[in-house]
């Protein structure tokens, strides 16, 4: 059983930052990557950015230069920094990551977390 659990989520002000924390815990072999993903109020969810094992990561344009994805790889976990944070980033932040797990190894990419609410206003 994979876990991810989140955390950090809150109400800030526009111009203001929040940290969001995600840890995998479980039967996990190796990791391919992990990223967050973000779904607003009648909107479809989208990718905010990811980050691989190797080191390469991508971001969505709307947060290019404003959001940061870092992973610590020893202790399974992935942060995301984000600065200048403005209204259009209200949305429930979703952990998502592509794992190894079990014996033999299987591969999966659909293990989420449970969600944590971003909200951006004055």
């Known amino acids: 059983q994979v876990q991810l659990v989140e955390s950090g989520g809150g109400l800030v002000q526009p111009g203001g930052s929040l940290r969001l924390s995600c840890a995998a815990s479980?039967?996990?072999?190796?990791?391919?990557?992990m990223g967050w993903y973000r779904q607003a109020p009648g909107k479809q969810r989208e990718l905010v950015a990811t980050?691989?094992?190797?080191?390469?990561?991508n971001y969505a344009d709307s947060v290019k230069g404003r959001f940061t994805i870092s992973r610590d790889n020893a202790k399974k976990t992935v942060l995301l920094q984000m600065d200048s944070l403005k209204p259009e980033d209200t949305a429930v932040y979703y952990c998502?990551?592509?794992?190894?797990?079990?014996?033999?190894?299987?591969?999966?990419?659909?293990?989420w977390g449970q969600g944590t609410q971003v909200t951006v206003s004055s």
């Open positions: 998502n990551a592509d794992l190894f797990v079990g014996w033999p190894p299987k591969r999966g990419n659909d293990y």
């Open positions: 980050s691989t094992t190797r080191g390469s990561t």
């Open positions: 479980g039967v996990i072999i190796s990791i391919n990557s």
